[in-house]
């Protein structure tokens, strides 16, 4: 079985400071890891996803499989960037169990101008 | 718009009554899935379809929920005798192929009363 955990509800920085939304997972696989973003009022949207390695508006998260973490980290938070986040994981294979995706609990991101 | 819609996106019914609601994923997926989601908590698996096969069903749905996809299209999610802690956020997601990113709607809010 699969589990991802956040461990932080509520996450309040400033405007211009570092952020790092932590998240821990627990799967005996190889995973596939996401970070999906809700703001207020509009849909849960996908905000990057490990094997694309790339930088979404400015955040980056790297798989680091010894610690077992996929941690979302941005260097300069944005007013813009206060919404709901939430890590996913999904077993990399195909087959029975590995269509759905499993969620942490989510942490709220507010930046503070 | 061409995301995914859920109708209706609010629902409110007395408990014991039977409600129906409606997924059109984006239009060239073939895979769909179903979530709920409580307050506080993070999305949770439902049932998964490729096509109009229903290939993965989570525990949380009880036997009072019956999701079909007659046609590979749209979806239907029924729970029958609802009970208050039916009460959620029903998301429902598509996607092109297992390993694509899953694309959420709006959601249905469900109270029961």
């Known amino acids: 079985a699969q589990r991802v955990t956040q461990p932080e509800k509520l996450l309040s920085v400033f405007k211009g400071a570092p952020v790092e939304l932590k998240c821990n997972y627990s799967?005996?696989?190889?995973?596939?890891l996401f970070w999906y973003v809700q703001y207020s009022r509009q849909r849960l949207q996908l905000l990057l996803r490990?094997?694309s390695r790339e930088s979404i508006k400015g955040f980056t998260a790297d798989l680091n499989k010894g610690e077992t973490s996929f941690h979302l980290k941005k260097p300069f938070a944005q007013e813009e960037d206060s919404a709901m986040y939430y890590c996913?994981?999904?077993?990399?294979?195909?087959?029975?169990?590995?269509?759905?995706?499993?969620f942490g609990k989510g942490t709220k991101l507010s930046v503070i101008p | 718009d061409t995301g995914v819609s859920q109708d209706p996106r609010h629902k409110i019914t007395k408990r014991g009554q039977n409600v129906t609601f409606r997924c059109d994923p984006i239009s060239e997926h073939n895979r769909l899935y179903w979530y709920r989601q409580t307050l506080g908590q993070g999305p949770e698996f439902l049932t998964y379809f490729q096509n109009e096969a229903q290939l993965e069903k989570s525990r949380l749905l009880s036997d009072r929920f019956s999701a079909e996809r007659p046609k590979g299209s749209f979806s239907t999610l029924e729970i029958q005798r609802t009970e208050q802690g039916d009460s959620a956020m029903y998301l429902c997601?598509?996607?092109?192929?297992?390993?694509?990113?899953?694309?959420f709607g709006p959601g249905t809010r469900l109270t029961v009363l």
């Open positions: 997601a598509s996607s092109l192929s297992k390993g694509d990113t899953q694309y």
């Open positions: 996913a994981l999904s077993p990399a294979y195909s087959g029975a169990g590995s269509y759905q995706l499993t």
């Open positions: 490990h094997i």
């Open positions: 799967y005996s696989g190889s995973p596939e």
